[in-house]
Every structure is written in structure tokens, then in C-alpha cells.
């Protein structure tokens, strides 16, 4: 075995995970706060991409892109959520799937017309667009970069959720939405706050990912699907739970690309294993979801007293 | 003020559309125009489809984001049974009963143990593990798909290579499950599910092993999709993973709610709106999903009830007099 | 009273039925041609180089074929073989268009040819080539403007074996024209493949390669061969460079690295993708005058070179005018249309060539390296020509 490329598919796993989770914490907030699937929670992966790309040509800094980027999205959060989510969150699900799907297409269609449909390359200062070296190791600065800051995130919501007064009613509005209502606490703006909260991490992640993949139409469909994996499998409302789920599954993902086939080669034929692994490694997260759910119907780490 | 309508007349409204559509390949054939003719048989096969998700979801309350796996599946058994030249249409339509049946009974088994959100995304989990098993199988043509070069054989009775014989045959299986919901929602076992829909503890409660009456109703809604699927792979010769994507479930979804949940027909006129709009949209522009989006948000947003809905206030309007 | 309502609603249903019947009225005086391509999604910047490249064609033949006037109808695939399939069938059913071209994915031209080749319409690619239309489901009315699939990556693998690369890692997407590719550098590269990922592609492709790439280079391969078109290829490239490949693992691609997405590395500066070779059967400085007006022309619309799909769609209307004009504008006559077709008499922009049995191109192939150009401007430029007349393999199955 080659511990070097192991090492880098770590890595590799590491950073889809966070990413992952970055787009799972916003999402399992609003899930499990307003009771809401917000299926075009993708759409602001896909805004944070583009606008920070417009950002980066505007004032030659990546960094100021990303902090005015996130701004922009946190703000395009929190109109989603007055004029259009506020609305739906007392109908039933079928109504939020559906609302929300509409969105996406919204969304789509409104970044084609806006930035066309060639997508946006982000320029990295040359700084992050080297590499580093740590005993013979060599990996790209930048996905080092977005491991530090996906985990700062981690930490700082972490902390957020933990220590102040906002996290406290974020806390007892996961587990008992109910009770905080009749506290007299004004649901409409911690609704607002989390939605937007969640919208701007959102498009963190994918400001993260596009000077690596680049921005395009419909980049957030792909990968919402599994944020809501990560949700379901981390337990609805949990920040914890989003972070461990989403870890493992960046793992899972990354590994059963790499190593699936080779393992697979030690059971079947050659040409069998190498067309069974995609497909295989594509399905392993979704296998994981199910058989999660047929032991625990609400997921790893459900919040304390949630009833749902 | 809205005035109560009697439940024939919002029937005798769609036995009217039912029966225009009987006429749609007479106009057609006077016309020249095929195109159309293929458009309504889509619309059709779609509605098939629609109004077997709608037992589940409008009358038991289970939101599957999954159902187009089986319509994948019911178009795969016309596929890869023509793969290997065997044409037989009630082998094919066999194969497209059986392994829906099969499926939701695997699936069901899981699925129905968990609710709500969980019920959502457990069902779409499904959905793409089925998509990623026919996008790894090379041999049917993998993510590409698959050619169906010739269609379905009933013999001389029943030749649906012919485009007409098809639509009939399309509007014959429509009428016919909807005829099979409407005896579903009217016998003790469908009010049993209702029942449950409204308060599956009270039910259980009094007794019922609802688990089971789930099952049921979730294995006979995946048949009939089945069904849709056989027609669909006949009609398009065409298959692909693509079909089973959890766009196109929500695609199914949202021409219900458009319709009308939970109402007998509204499958139908959601089918028909939902294709007529897409057509129309899509030859206007390049960028027509903003219009459709838009569409759909406001459609959940004030058009409360969907079609049927809109039919209803038109319809007591007219009796109150004020219109 | 309570019939009101539904007197009301029984009409308009039929009125909008009645709607959908209106007959479209299909002249003598046109030539119309349907062209499906991928105008939406990330794809859809290909589809906008080809729409541009028809159009060009179309105002240098002055808008008319042989005295009939030119009516092309754009229609979009949404990058789905399902979606390509029902406007095909449109196109063929309701706007009753004598040709139907375009096609950039080899899936959705797979999916969408029984239709047209069964309606008796001709179908011209101006892109894909799957080796199933080239050889066991080859058709009379099926011609292409471009090349079969496995074309491009045997001349990439000609080139290959030319300079002495001895061990080789290829990524392709997972789908028919990825296959095609994989197999076409396969079958003439002598040396030893040492690893191979297909990836996921379709609506949710895989874009992040940082496994992919972390296998390639501990496979300790002399070569890293590519094929990811489109957006994805720009994808791609950057992540090459990031990952500090370009000394270690050299990288040759084919239909990855275009007029579409080098503007883009420029303005990002990717300094990597200067040099790296692949190979195609044209280029922007192919020295003939039909190529010298195409690529001035449309630079001078459209401030960048053509791509190459581009190229293919020029072609596309230029062969059809070709048979049109000998033909003197008779649609009917299809046996005589074909015939003309297959002459392939007209001055592509890649200078003249033959077709083979199967209705695809004998033709030259060369071999491309990045450069830039006077203006500074990143283009790819002709090193040398690698095959010659080259017809594709599958050729020989095809029974016509």
C-alpha cells in the first residue's frame, strides 16, 4: 500500500467532508428549527460561487471578495426567507419541496442570464496557488487552505451555538420549538437569522470550492442531495451530528473512489470490478443512509428532547 | 362566500376532459399533426403515473421522492427484454408488474418504517441507488441508455407500433387506474388509509395493523407506476437512468399539487397543464424554467387546491350567482 | 345555474386543444434545418459557439441555399438524451425540417437517430461520433461533420508511441463518447496503461479530480492522458496545475483543451496549460481560404477564436449547401440529395476530404500545442500532421 496517496486521499476526504459540512450545518438548522426542507439550499452554494468570482474581478483580492461575498448571500438568505420561506413554514412538507424546487429553477436560470452559462473561473492569489511540502508530502496550498477554514467554521459555529444567547435559543428551537415560542422569544427574527446564517455558510462552501472546480449553472443541485444526506444521517437539527456525518461521508466518498475498484479486483474480474466500483462508490453513501435510518429512525445524533 | 359544489359536478367537468381527450387522435389525423398526438400520449403515461403517486400522497399522506424509480423500472423491462429479442409485450409488461412490485415491497419494507422528512428522503435514497445500479450496468447501455428498436407485441389485436393504438391503449390504462384508485379510496381499505393519514396512532389504536395497510397501498401505487413505465419506454423506444432522477418524481409531485391533491382526477388535468406549459414555455425561450419556477412558487403560494380548486370557486360562483 | 361554470370551462378546454392544432405552414422556398444542441446548463457555452458558427454560416451564404431561403431552428438538449430525443422528434414531427444536425453528445445523437433516421430526414452530426453510428447501426441518411469518437485519441496515441511515452494514467468521463476515446488510445498506444478512472458525468458529473489525480501520480505513469470537454475540462486543468503535475506527469489531451476555455485560463493566468499538446483534425491557423474567413470573421463577431465544435457547425451548413446547390435546390429527390452529400464537394474549413462507406470523414489529423498568438491572445497552433487520410475503425462493420 501506498501510505503516500492514502495520506492524500485522507486529506482529499477531509476537505469534501467539511465542504459537506458547511452546506449540512445551514441546512440542518432550518430543518430542524423551522421544520423546513429548503431543497434550494444549493442555490445559495452556487450565488456565494458566481458572486465572489464577479468580487475577485472587481477588486483583485480574494479575500475581500470572500468576506463581501458572504455578505451578499447572507442578505439573499434573509430575503428568501422573509418574502418566500416565512410563508410556507406552517404548510406541509409537499408544499416546502416544491416551493423550494421552484426555487432552484429560479435560481438557475436567473445566474445563466446574469453570468451566462460559460461560468466563472476564480484567480487564486499566488500565494495559495502553490504547494506545500511537509516531510516529502506534497499537496496544494489552497486545500490546505479549506481544510483550516472549513474547521474554523466548525469552530466558531461550534461556539456560537454553545455559548451565546442566539446558539441557546437556536439549541432549545431545534429540540423544542413549541416552548420557545411560548417564551415570548421573536420567532420571526431568530427564523430570519438562522435561515440567512445558514445561507451565507452555504455560500462559503461554495466560494471555497469554485477557484478549484470553477462556478457553473447548477453546480448546488449536485451536491445538495447529499448535504441532505448528511442531515438525515447526522440526525435533523444537530450540529454535531451534520459535522461527524458529514466527515464520515467525505471519507466514504473519496475512499470508495480511489480504493473500491482495488478492492472489488480481489473478489471479481478485472473488468467487472472496474465498471461494479463507480457505481458502487457512488451508491455507498446512500446504502449508509438506509441502513442507518433501519437502526436509528432519527439518525446519529438526534438533539436532545426532539420530538419529531 | 363559497357556496358547497356537489362532487357530480366537479365529475361531469372531468368525464367532459376525459372524453375530449378520447377525441384528441380524430383531430389530430384530420390535421396532420403527429406531433401532438405524441404530446398527449406523453401527457397520459405521465398521468398514469401521477395518479398512482397520488394514491399514496394525496389519500395516504406518504410523500415519496422516489417514484419515478418505478417508472425506470416498468421502461427497463420493455428495454432489456427487446435487448435480448424477446418481444413479448405481456412478458414485458410482466416483467415492468413484477419487478415494481418487487421494488416497493424491498423498499416499502424500510421506507415505511420511518415518517415525515425521514419518509422524504429515505424514499429518494432509494430512488438514486436503483439510478446508480442502471447507470453501472454497461451492458444495458449505461448512463447513454438503451435503443428500443421495436415496441412491445400483443399480436395483430393489439398493435401499438401504431401511434393511435397506442394513445388509446395509454387513455384504456388510464381510465382503468383510475377507475382501480377510485375502488381503493371507496373500500374499507382505503378509508383505513385515510384514516391513517389524519392520525396513524388513533388508528393503530383501534386496532389496525397499519404498517401493513401501508405496505399494500405503497405496493400497489409502485405496480401501477410500473405500468406508466412500460407505456413510457414503449412510447419514447428510449430508456435512460436519466428517467428515474428525483427531478422527474418532483416533476410527478408538483403536477399533482398542480391538479389538486388528493382528488380522483386532478392527476390528469395536473398532467395535462404541467406538459401543455412546459411545450409552450419552452418554444418561447431558452430561459422559460424562470417562468416555470416562478409558476410553481405561485401556484403553492396562493393557488390553494390547484386546479381543481380554481374549478371549485369558478363553480360556486357561478351558483351563487355573483359572476 | 350550477351548469355555469362548467359551460364555461368545457369550451376553453376545447379552444386550447384546438389551439395546439394550428397547422404550421411549411413553403417551397425554404430550407429548413433543425439544430439540436445544449443551450442551458454549464454545457451551454458549447451550444452558444456552435448557434454563433451556424449563423456565420448562414449570413456568408448570404441567407439562402441554391435561391431557397435559410430557416434554422435552434432547439436545446438541456444536456439530457431524453430531453435531445422529444425535440428531435418536434423537429421532425411538427416544424417537418428536411435536416436535422448539431449534436454535441454522442448519448443524446444515440438517442435521438431512430427517430429522425426513421422519419427518412437526413441527420448530420456536427460533433458527436459514437462508434455505433460508424459502424454496426450506420444509416444512409446519417452523415457527420466532424469525426468518429476513437479518431482523435488514435492519432493522440500515434503521437504518444512518437515520443517515446512508455506508461500511461487516462481519465475519461463515464459515458459513450468517454469510452470511445479510452478505447481509440488504447488500440494504437504500444505502451503500458497503467491505471484508469472513468468518472461520473451527466447532469451530476464529478468535477473535484483531487483522488483521481493523487492516483495518477503515485502511479508513477510518463504520461497522463485526458479527455473532459466542456466546462469540465477547464475544471480540470486547474486542478492539474494546482496539484504541481506538469513536470512530473506531461499532460496530453484530446477535446479538453479549446477556444472555449483557454480565454478563461488566460484571464486567470494558468501558465500551465501553455505547450501541453493534443491533438484534432483542425486548427484556427490552418492555412486555407475557406479557414482564414471562418476564423477572421468570427473573431471579428465574436472577439474569440471558434472552437472547434464551432468549426464542425460551419461545415454542417456549408456541406448542406454543397448538395443543395448541385441538387439546384430540389429537397425531394433524397437519393440525389445523399448522393450529393457524400460528394462532400465544398471547401471545408479544414481543406477538402472524402467520406468513407459510413458517411464519416477520411481525413487529416495534427497534432496542437498551446501558444499565443501576435495579439497576445492564447490560441492552439499546428505542430505537426500525425495521421493522413486517416479513416475510423468501425468502418468496416458497417455494411452500406
Known sequence: MDWHLLIAQLLNGLQLGLLLFLLASGLTLIFGIMDFINLSHGSFYMLGAFVCATLVEVTGSFLAAVVMAVIVVFLAGALVERFIARRIYRHDHLDHVLVTFGLILVFDTLAHLVWGSAGAAIALPGMLNGRVEVAGFVMPTYRIVIIFAGLAVAAGLSLLVTRSRLGMLIRAGASDRGMVTALGVNIDRLYLVVFAIGAAMAGLAGMLIAPITEASIGMGNEIIIVAFVVVIVGGIGSIRGAFYSAILIGFIDTLGRSYLDDLLGLFLSNQASETAAPALSAMMIYILMAGILAFRPRGLFPPAGANR | MRTWVPRETTTRFYLTVMLLLCLVPVATTWSGQGFYLDLATRILILAIAAVSLNLILGYGGMISLGHAAFVGIGAYSVGIFSYYEIHNGLVHLGGAVAGSVLFALVTGMVCLRTRGVYFIMITLAFAQMLYFVFVSLEEYGADDGLLIYQRSDFGALLDIENAVVLYYTALAVLAGCIGLVHRIVNARFGRVIVGIRHNEQRMRALGYDTYRYKLTCYVISGAMAGVSGFLLGNFTNFISPEMMDWTHSGELIFMIVLGGTGVLFAPVTGALAFLLLEESLSSITVYWHLIFGLILIAVVLFGRGGLHGILLRLLSRGKSGRC | ?400
Not at chain 3, 459513450?176 to 472513468?198: H, P, Y
Not at chain 3, 484556427?284 to 476564423?295: E, G, K, S, T
Not at chain 3, 474549413?349 to 468513407?356: E, N, P, Q, S
Open chain 3, 1 to 400: 345555474m350550477k351548469r355555469d361554470g362548467l359551460y364555461f370551462l368545457t369550451p376553453v378546454a376545447a379552444v386550447c386543444m384546438a389551439a395546439m392544432l394550428i397547422a404550421v405552414p411549411a413553403t417551397a422556398e425554404t430550407v429548413r434545418i433543425g439544430f439540436v444542441t445544449t443551450l442551458t446548463t454549464s454545457a451551454g457555452v458549447i451550444g452558444e459557439d456552435m448557434k454563433n458558427a451556424v449563423n456565420l454560416a448562414v449570413s456568408h451564404l448570404g441567407g439562402k441555399m441554391a435561391g431557397k431561403e435559410i430557416e434554422v431552428i435552434f432547439e436545446d438538449d438541456g444536456f439530457k438524451p431524453e430531453i435531445g430525443k422529444q425535440k428531435a422528434e418536434k423537429l421532425v414531427k411538427k416544424d417537418d425540417v428536411d435536416f436535422v444536425a448539431g449534436f454535441i453528445w454522442s448519448h443524446v445523437l444515440l438517442a435521438s437517430s431512430k427517430t429522425v433516421l426513421d422519419s427518412g430526414k437526413f441527420l448530420i452530426s456536427s460533433n458527436a461520433g459514437p462508434s455505433q453510428l460508424a459502424g454496426k447501426h450506420c444509416h444512409e441518411n446519417f452523415f457527420s461533420t466532424s469525426w468518429q469518437n476513437d479518431q482523435t485519441p488514435m492519432a493522440m496515441g500515434e503521437v504518444l508511441n512518437q515520443e517515446g511515452v512508455e506508461s500511461l494514467y487516462v481519465m475519461a468521463p463515464n459515458y459513450a463518447a468517454g469510452k470511445d476515446m479510452v478505447s481509440g488510445v488504447e488500440s494504437v498506444f504500444s505502451g503500458e496503461i497503467v491505471g484508469k478512472d472513468l468518472t461520473k458525468w451527466g447532469k451530476d458529473r464529478q468535477l473535484d479530480f483531487s483522488a483521481e489525480l493523487a492516483k495518477a501520480k503515485a502511479s508513477g505513469a510518463d504520461g497522463l492522458f485526458v479527455f473532459y470537454p466542456g466546462s469540465a475540462g477547464g475544471a480540470f486543468i486547474k486542478q492539474y496545475q494546482q496539484a504541481g503535475l506538469k513536470d512530473v506527469l506531461p499532460l496530453y489531451t484530446v477535446f479538453t483543451v479549446d477556444s472555449i476555455s483557454l480565454p478563461k485560463f488566460q484571464s486567470a493566468s494558468m501558465e500551465g496549460v501553455l505547450g501541453s499538446k493534443s491533438t484534432m483534425f483542425w486548427a484556427p491557423d490552418l492555412d486555407n481560404a475557406a479557414n482564414v474567413r471562418f476564423v477572421r470573421d468570427f473573431r471579428e463577431a465574436h472577439g474569440s477564436y471558434p472552437s472547434f465544435y464551432a468549426a464542425q457547425s460551419y461545415d454542417t451548413i456549408m456541406l448542406i449547401n454543397s448538395a443543395l446547390e448541385q441538387t439546384g435546390g430540389n429537397l425531394d429527390d433524397r437519393d440525389a440529395l445523399r448522393s450529393a452529400l457524400k460528394q462532400a464537394d465544398y471547401d471545408s474549413v479544414r481543406g477538402r476530404y472524402t467520406y468513407g462507406n459510413n458517411h464519416l470523414p477520411i481525413q487529416n489529423f495534427y497534432l496542437r500545442e498551446v501558444v499565443v498568438d501576435a495579439d497576445g491572445n492564447w490560441t492552439t497552433g499546428i505542430v505537426r500532421p500525425v495521421l493522413e487520410n486517416h479513416q475510423d475503425p468501425y468502418a468496416g462493420s458497417c455494411v452500406m
